[in-house]
């Protein structure tokens, strides 16, 4: 198994602009968590799914920020307009089910420069 | 909020037993105790957990206390490559819970 994929893996982009970051989930797992590090608040759950429905995205900073999981292998996570305090390393994991949720495997990041 | 306590940082010589320690005094009896830990520049990876007996894996070996307040994860045979960050985390193990990461232990594994 290819692990938890992210893309792209660096993005820079200019204040304002759309920004799109993309994961594909292990197969067969059943929750996908977006998460965002940064170095004043470390590592923050943004939302997370349930088999493609979301659960919990109480810790989505703002309407700017919005995800989807249109299917099973596939969730985006998107930034519009995005701000200069959007820059972070932005992470994607999955467990499967019957864990408890408890076994995440992580992707390698998308970091995200906003200019 | 972070439920544990772990020191900042820590030093530990190529080769020996590293032993991270992390207090939960408010643990509930539901609650596991989870270890991760993110090499630089890189995603968090999942390394052992426990509810209240000690746990060995390929990894690491966690030591948890009687009372549970507090555990240790122990490297045994620490190389550069542990060089990492490292979160201590406890949670229940229901699907409504979520993982929240604290500041963690900076270990720096020296040659």
């Known amino acids: 198994d290819a692990g938890v994929i992210q893309s792209p893996r660096h993005e820079v982009t200019e204040m304002g602009q759309e920004v799109t970051l993309r994961c594909k989930p292990i197969?067969?797992?059943?929750?996908l968590f977006w998460y965002r590090q940064t170095m004043m608040r470390g590592l923050e759950l943004l939302i997370y799914?349930?088999?493609?429905?979301?659960i919990d995205d109480s810790g989505m900073p703002e309407d700017r920020f919005s995800a989807k999981m249109p299917n099973a292998s596939f969730s985006t996570l998107k930034i519009q307009p995005s701000e200069p305090r959007d820059s972070a390393v932005y992470f994607c994991?999955?467990?499967?089910w019957g864990t408890g949720a408890n076994v995440l495997t992580f992707g390698a990041g998308s970091r995200l420069t906003v200019l | 909020d972070a439920k544990t306590t772990q020191p900042p940082s820590m030093d530990c010589a190529e080769g020996r037993a590293a032993n991270l320690p992390c207090n939960h005094s408010?643990?509930?009896?539901?609650?596991?105790v989870y270890w991760y830990r993110q090499i630089h520049s890189q995603g968090p990876q999942y390394i052992i957990h426990?509810?209240?007996n000690n746990e060995t894996n390929e990894m690491a070996s966690l030591i948890i206390t009687e009372d549970r307040k507090s555990s240790t994860l122990i490297l045994p045979h620490a190389t550069l490559r542990d060089t990492a960050v490292y979160y201590c985390?406890?949670?229940?193990?229901?699907?409504?819970?979520?993982?929240?990461f604290g500041p963690g232990t900076r270990l720096s594994v020296l040659p």
């Open positions: 994991a999955s467990s499967p």
């Open positions: 408010t643990i509930s009896g539901n609650e596991y």
């Open positions: 426990g509810l209240k």
């Open positions: 985390i406890v949670r229940a193990n229901n699907y409504g819970q979520n993982f929240v």
């Open positions: 197969s067969g797992h059943d929750y």
């Open positions: 799914f349930n088999n493609n429905v979301p």
